[in-house]
């Protein structure tokens, strides 16, 4: 089976991870980020979507600073909401399956256990808002659809909290790190991997469309999440900072985060035999590539 996929997103990083996965032959994958797609624009991205004449879209664009979006609703709606459902109109006209990567920031994290996808979506600030909006967009546009919704994302690209940690930690003697929000810390390379598989499986079958989560197995907290990091830095010699847990009243942010935002994962794995490792092994793999390029880095300097 041949497959022309558009993946929207260049420079992120899920699109970053796409852009090195092993995709099935005879798919052919194509990257568009800024400036000819920009989901700021979007008749503009949607016109670009129609002439890909593709078979496959998989959106991996996102508006994703949380703090930012509560002074930028306007354009956090833009790239998550409007965007997206623009998108979704366009594969309509050109009969393409689109993948959209949405969050666990929908949820307000009162629930007492992990999220299920069927349960209500409830967001807390402006980029939870923009990306629930956007979920029902797609729906409303176009059924043949994969919303996957992920949670806590790392990886060796771009800005996130394992790369910050890292930063951080080789800066500061002690480190205070939020211990009460729990959710499921996803590497970027396992969730590629988990995109390409369900795109397999809907092209093939031209079933399963609809809702999904798709995470590391795990549940733990942003302090635990730290510790380890930097567990695995000491276990190669490196010396570490000390890490204190602190509570989320210690450390204010511009926009609210769920206390909980645990997902679970069972659908996936009972529709697509897709189900991630746990977030550990996703989490070293991940500091292995960093404290390599560091040291490659490094040795360049020299």
Avoid at 7 to 15: F, H, K, S, W
Wanted: aromatic letters at 8%; charged letters at 20%.
């Amino acid at each position: 089976m041949t497959a022309r996929v558009l993946v929207i997103g260049r420079e992120g990083q899920l699109a970053r991870e796409l852009a090195r996965a092993r995709w099935p032959d005879g798919w052919s994958p194509t990257f568009a980020g800024r400036p000819e797609l920009d989901l700021r624009f979007p008749d503009k991205a949607a016109a670009a979507v129609t002439a890909s004449a593709a078979d496959l879209v998989v959106n991996a664009a996102a508006y994703t600073n949380v703090d930012q979006a509560e002074s930028e609703p306007d354009i956090a709606r833009l790239v998550n909401a409007a965007g997206p459902g623009a998108i979704a109109a366009a594969c309509g006209k050109i009969g393409a399956t689109l993948v959209s990567i949405s969050t666990d920031y929908i949820f307000d994290g009162t629930k007492a256990g992990p999220y299920l996808e069927e349960d209500p979506v409830n967001p807390i600030g402006a980029y939870g808002r923009s990306k629930a909006e956007g979920e029902a967009l797609i729906r409303a546009a176009w059924a043949e659809h994969l919303i996957l919704r992920t949670s806590w994302v790392f990886s060796p690209f771009g800005t996130n909290f394992v790369k910050t940690m890292l930063r951080l930690g080789s800066e500061r003697p002690q480190l205070r790190i939020v211990a009460d929000q729990r959710g499921c810390p996803t590497g970027a390379r396992d969730l590629a991997g988990a995109v390409i598989g369900a795109c397999t499986a809907v092209k093939s079958a031209k079933a399963g469309f609809g809702t999904y989560h798709v995470a590391n197995s795990g549940a733990t907290t942003w302090y635990d999440v730290t510790r380890a990091i930097f567990d695995t830095l000491a276990a190669r010699g490196k010396q570490v900072p000390e890490i204190v847990p602190i509570t989320t009243a210690e450390y204010p942010t511009k926009a609210a985060r769920p206390a909980n935002s645990v997902l679970d994962c069972g659908r996936m794995q009972s529709t697509f035999g897709i189900a991630l490792p746990p977030w550990q092994e996703a989490l070293k793999e991940c500091v292995d590539e960093l404290l390599k390029q560091r040291h490659g880095a490094g040795r360049g300097r020299g």
